[in-house]
């Protein structure tokens, strides 16, 4: 909740100020908004009593001057980048010096989680502890996993800047900035609602299932937490080429770079105190297991997209595709320790929780060629001339990317339990899996043009 308020804040802000420099840049003046410019005109009318500037080239009045950006010669003297000289507050609006652009939206997305095998099982009181929470045996009952953790709804903010370099709109530049803000996913159990407790696995010595057990009335007591996180980057640096305007239509090839940046986090943990005197530890012990896998994947390459824009009176409708081919770098990284209490001797701590043992601990690495999708839908009114308002949805697809949980091999062997009886084990083992990545959802947003 902390994380969907702090986002809240950030859009919040954002928006206010996209407001102020939308009233600042028009404070009442009579600009001529694009459904107000007569056809083939490129003069914009101020108040009377004003001077009209005009964006066509007078031989008595004007020269043109050339830009150097473009080798185009139809910029004119008196006006720099659509501001009149000497103010920054008469600002000269017109269709076609539509220059510089910023926009700031706030996303309502929905992400694809990962998905984690069973986690934590219970059973119906009275049932033999040998048989309890045993994937497979009667009344045995997954209280996490076997699902996706991470997925759903989740908020975030886009920035997004852009200028023409000329006022033939021919050649541009565009700059954005997207991130899903960072939530964390808490699950915690214990033995007060749920008597029986059991973190499940597949015995690789025994060739069965089986569940190592946490809380068993009369035995043993013991709590279980887990916490997922997730966090979504991208940046965009384009190039931007109009390829034709005619009429409201207007279409744009763009071509560039594309970082993408995914980080996720999965840690489990129990803590056992021991009480029986049937139990595996003397009475007074205390074991606690952590389980502690991460994931980032960071995706670089070129990008190319096409934009069509609509204007029609004050409403505008932009359709975007783009395309990024590069490569995505996978690092994996797996770590699990066991702390052991017992009365009357020093506490140890030994490498090795239940689900990363020392056969699959460590950090892994990998990189391959991904192809990056993306595409965006966006409606806008003009609230004034610079100011308009936007909603939209957009469709985010990345292939091949690691998680948490693809990462995590329930086939174990009892012998690498910490302290480990055995170095030739070979169960779990890490094997690199990848799956599909996409985001997706609506964006309300503010855009400022002058």
Known sequence: MRCVKRWSIHCALAAVAAVGLGLWASPGRAQLAPWQQPPGSHAAVDPPGDTIVTTGTDAATATPSSNPWTDEEDEQIGTVWGFRPGTLTGLVYDATHDRIWFRSEFLGWWTKGFTVPALLTTSPAGTPETEAGILGVAGTRVLLGDQDLQGGFRPGERLTFGTWLGQTQTWGIEASYLQIAQQSDSYSFNGANVPILARPFFNAQSGQQDAEILNYPGAQTGVFSAVATSELQTAEVLLRKNLTRRDCLAIDFSAGYRYQQLNDHLGVADTLSFSGSAAAF???????????????????????????????????????????????????????????????????????????????????????????SELELTLGWNFTPQLRGTVGYDLLHWPGVARPGDQIDPNLDPRQFPPSVSSTAARPEFVLHTSDYWAQGVNLGLDLRF
């Open 282 to 372: 003397p009475a007074g012990s205390i074991v606690n297991q952590q389980d502690l896998l991460a994931t980032r994947n960071v995706f670089n390459g070129g990008e190319a997209g096409l934009t069509a824009s609509l204007q029609r009176d004050r409403w505008s409708l932009e359709t975007v595709v783009k395309v990024a081919i590069g490569e995505t770098s996978s690092i994996v990284s797996m770590y699990g320790a066991t702390t052991t209490s017992i009365p009357g001797q020093a506490t140890t701590t030994q490498s090795g929780g239940l689900l990363v043992l020392p056969t699959n601990t460590g950090v892994f690495d990998s990189q391959r060629l991904s192809l990056v």
